[in-house]
């Protein structure tokens, strides 16, 4: 696959990753986040592993409605 001009590709860690799926407009995320990292994340019997936060998004907004826009978030996490 050709990657295009100004984009770049990193290899992901294989491991345990908690996937929170959200439907709606990205506006979201930042709270969403938010709820993750303080709400979830202290209470929960797991721990953040030291790797990199990622997202994937099944779906653009030059393909679906705002509303109805998914989006993946990967937390790499480990037992406590």
């Given at each position: 696959m050709?990657?295009?001009?100004?984009f770049g590709?990193?290899?992901?860690?294989?491991?345990?990753?908690?996937?929170?799926t959200?439907?709606?407009?990205?506006?979201?995320?930042?709270?969403?986040?938010?709820?993750?990292y303080?709400?979830?994340?202290?209470?929960c019997?797991y721990?953040?592993?030291?790797?990199?936060?990622?997202?994937?998004?099944?779906?653009?907004?030059?393909?679906?409605n705002?509303?109805?826009?998914?989006?993946?978030?990967?937390?790499p996490?480990?037992?406590?």
């Open positions: 050709e990657i295009p001009k100004g590709t990193f290899d992901i860690q294989p491991g345990l990753y908690s996937v929170f959200i439907k709606g407009s990205y506006n979201e995320l930042n709270q969403i986040y938010r709820h993750i303080l709400d979830w994340l202290p209470y019997k721990r953040l592993k030291s790797q990199m936060t990622f997202e994937i998004y099944p779906s653009t907004p030059d393909k679906a705002t509303n109805n826009l998914i989006t993946e978030i990967y937390i996490i480990e037992a406590k």
